[in-house]
Structure formats: C-alpha cells, structure tokens
C-alpha cells in the first residue's frame, strides 16, 4: 500500500487568501519529500523539497513544513492566485543507499481558487 | 515547458495488443524514469533507466519493459494490454541518478484500452 496520503482531495479557497495543503506519511524511515503541482492536461511540475534534517523551506510564495513527530508534511502557498489551481501532490522517497528508487506519491489535492 | 517529450499524446488500442511509448529526457539528463497515474492507483514509479542502463524498479508488471538508448531516449513497451492498463504514463528525466535530484516531467501519454 502506499506509505504517502492526502488528507483532504478538495481544498478551495478565496483568491488572495493563503492555502495549505496536508500530507500524511507512515513510513518513517522516509527522509526526502517533494511537492509537486499537476494542472489539467499537464505533467507534473516541481514546486518545492525539504530533507529530513530540516522543519522549514521557503521558496517563492510556498513554505513547505515537515513535523517529523506526527509524520506530516504541509505545503503553504501564499496569497492564491488563479494560476494556483491544480492537484497538488507530495511525494517522499526512502534513503535505500542506492539513492534511485523512484518517488512514492500520494493521492493529490485538488486546490479551488474562488474569485 | 519541463524540456522533456513524450509520443504520443495519445493512443487508442485494444486488449491483447502491444504499444510503445516514446520520451525524450531534457538535453543533457541522463537518468529517465516512467510513471503510471491511473484513477485509482494515482502516480505510481514503474522504472528508472540511467546511461542506458536499468537502475531502479518499482511497480512494474511483467507485461511492461522499458528501455534506453545511446541517444538517452527512452521507451515503455506494454504488451498483452488489459483495460486496467488504461492510464496515463509519464517519463521524467534528471541529470544524474540520484533521486533527490529534481525530476522533470512530460507531458504524458494517455493510453486508453478498449
């Protein structure tokens, strides 16, 4: 089964307001994670990653947070723009030494932007 | 525009037959991994080739291979193709083979069987 999930398949929110998009993971043993943006017709387009060895990454407008505690990974986007609309998905990968095993993804959240 | 292509856009076939994806990675990668995203099993990692050499497997049937070439393209074989087959499949590319690198995807192919 798969080790990475989404909490909410839907998010919609108001153009302008700030977004936030969960993921949960259950394996702990994962110690990269990355989020990537899907928009219709499209493939998938990196938006930001985070190490294990951190908590916080910032990148432009999106703030990716990882609790390592609880197993949880957040994407924050600031001040949603229409252009933001899309499946937002996470994705992790396990450290096997190898360092080529694929990404492991979750099931993606759809994020609504409401004028 | 990620740099990376894939043929074709889109492809119609029946149940039992054999089809061929087609991607190119960005100039200069040489690492090529394929991806299946269906509805109900989401992105999955089939298969990375790097150099021309395999270098990682995931879920990957016995009906699909893949290969790659001298000029680093890259192609998916599915073979004895069933209904669940129908999805899409995407290729990305990195430079290297490290996973932790950034990996860049194409467009995809849509593959319906009928």
């Known amino acids: 089964g798969e080790s990475v999930g989404l909490h909410l398949p839907t998010l919609s929110v108001q153009e302008g307001d700030n977004s936030i998009i969960n993921c949960a993971y259950s394996n702990s043993a994962s110690d990269y994670f990355i989020w990537y943006k899907q928009e219709s017709g499209k493939g998938p387009q990196f938006i930001i990653d985070?190490?294990?060895?951190?908590d916080k990454r910032q990148g432009q407008r999106v703030t990716v947070l990882l609790n390592k505690t609880v197993k949880h990974l957040s994407l924050q986007i600031a001040a949603t723009q229409p252009g933001d609309s899309a499946v937002y998905f996470c994705?992790?990968?396990?450290?096997?030494?190898?360092?080529?095993?694929?990404?492991?993804f979750g099931k993606g959240t759809h994020l609504i932007i409401q004028p | 525009d990620s740099g990376v292509t894939q043929t074709p856009k889109h492809l119609i076939t029946a149940t039992g037959q054999r089809v061929t994806l087609r991607c190119s990675p960005r100039s200069g990668d040489l690492s090529v991994y394929w991806y299946q995203q269906s509805l109900d099993q989401g992105l999955q990692f089939l298969i990375q080739y790097y150099n021309g050499e395999e270098r990682a497997k995931g879920n990957i049937l016995e009906r699909f291979s893949a290969q790659q070439f001298p000029d680093l393209h890259s192609e998916l074989n599915l073979s004895s193709l069933e209904l669940g087959d129908s999805a899409l499949y995407f290729c990305?590319?990195?430079?290297?083979?490290?996973?932790?690198?950034?990996?860049?995807f194409g467009p995809g192919t849509r593959l319906l069987v009928l």
């Open positions: 994705a992790e990968n396990i450290d096997s030494g190898g360092g080529a095993d694929g990404l492991t």
């Open positions: 990305a590319s990195s430079v290297e083979s490290q996973v932790r690198e950034t990996q860049y």
């Open positions: 985070i190490r294990s060895n951190m």
